[in-house]
């Protein structure tokens, strides 16, 4: 049974960070690539960053430059470093495989104040 687990979440002031993780059990966790995706309010989820099984990221232009996808296997962990926070940061963070799989998690909320 596929388990993602996201925490780490929180309410922080722009120009401040947070660090999400991501628990993963159920799958073949060192031979997939994972990914952070988020969601706001009144808009599709979407891709954030990506991490390939090799360790190679991926990031959405939105994020770039502030934002850092890592991963460990021996944890099976995924993490999102966020530095520079913005207010349209504010969303859901969800991990998962990319492509994803039909299972999420509950997420974590993240909201940015200005």
């Known amino acids: 049974q596929v388990q993602l687990v996201e925490s780490g979440g929180g309410l922080v002031q722009a120009g401040g960070s947070l660090r999400l993780s991501c628990a993963a059990s159920?799958?073949?966790?060192?031979?997939?690539?994972m990914g952070w995706y988020r969601q706001a309010p009144g808009k599709q989820r979407e891709l954030v960053a990506r991490?390939?099984?090799?360790?190679?990221?991926n990031y959405a232009d939105s994020v770039k430059g502030r934002f850092t996808i890592s991963r460990d296997s021996v944890k099976r962990t995924v993490y999102l470093q966020m530095n520079s926070l913005k207010p349209e940061d504010t969303a859901v963070y969800y991990c998962?495989?990319?492509?994803?799989?039909?299972?999420w998690g509950q997420g974590t909320q993240v909201t940015v104040s200005s």
């Open positions: 159920g799958i073949i966790y060192n031979i997939l690539d």
């Open positions: 991490v390939g099984s090799g360790g190679s990221t």
């Open positions: 998962n495989t990319f492509p994803s799989l039909g299972t």
